[in-house]
């Protein structure tokens, strides 16, 4: 599934170079040529994943990925550090600093692509094209196709999203602020009860083979997916 992806790197040359490549694979791009650059960018649109070079002008990739991963909405941002330093040393520095990921330069887009969709499936699996199935329902990317018991479901778009979400983060509970967040994107700003609309439209999408169940409403905090569904309220 496309992702938004921020390149941070100094070097306009490379810079374009995995701007390019990121976009024939499908991801929409952000470009930063520094850390005070990056910082208005991520305050505007929370990327999916960032691609932080490890010497920056002003302040360097190290600098920015600790101040990332020290506020709480930035905290699980996937982070691939790229960079020149290909010391042991250096590599434990930039993955001590919170990054997710090291790849030393000159590396080829086929690595980096590759990089890319390892920390994802790790990270975020909801952003991966992967088949997810729990039980009998089964969700498929790809081809953006819902099957319950072997027969297809009819689900909206953002129903589809929102249970792909719920169906790679099973049993844990989740806010209507955090779906919000995770499903519509932190710098789309609609209401909480918003979700509440798209849970009864996506459980009413699943009623066909009994799947509505998964979808537990947990009161008083939100709602989770979970095999052991109960209550639908």
């Not at 490890?54 to 990739?61: C, D, F, N, R």
């Not at 798209?198 to 989770?224: F, M, N, Q």
Request: hydrophobic share 40%; net charge negative.
């Amino acid at each position: 599934m496309n992702s938004t992806i921020l390149v941070v790197e100094d070097e306009p040359a490379i810079q374009e170079l995995i701007s390019v490549n990121l976009g024939f694979a499908g991801h929409k791009v952000l470009r930063a040529l520094d850390a005070e650059q990056a910082q208005t960018l991520i305050q505007a649109e929370l990327p999916d994943l960032i691609l932080l070079d490890w010497m920056l002008p002003g302040a360097s990739g190290i600098t920015l990925a600790r101040k990332l991963r020290a506020d709480e909405r930035t905290r699980a941002v996937p982070i691939i550090m790229l960079t020149a330093k290909g010391a042991e040393q250096d590599k434990l520095e930039g993955l001590e600093s919170g990054a997710d990921d090291y790849i030393t330069k000159p590396f080829s887009p086929k690595e980096l692509l590759a990089r890319i969709k390892a920390v994802l499936r790790r990270r975020a699996p909801q952003l991966t094209d992967d088949v997810v199935r729990i039980g009998t329902l089964s969700l498929d990317p790809a081809t953006h196709r819902v099957m319950g018991d072997d027969r297809v479901l009819a689900v909206g778009p953002t129903e589809f999203r929102l249970l792909h979400f719920f169906m790679t983060h099973t049993e844990r509970v989740f806010s209507r602020g955090q779906l919000l967040d995770q499903v519509w994107g932190d710098h789309v700003f609609v209401e909480e009860r918003t979700v509440d609309v798209h849970i009864r439209r996506l459980r009413k999408a699943l009623e066909p083979s009994g799947h509505d169940r998964y979808i537990e409403t947990v009161r008083g905090t939100g709602y989770r997916c979970t095999v052991y569904g109960a209550s639908s309220e």
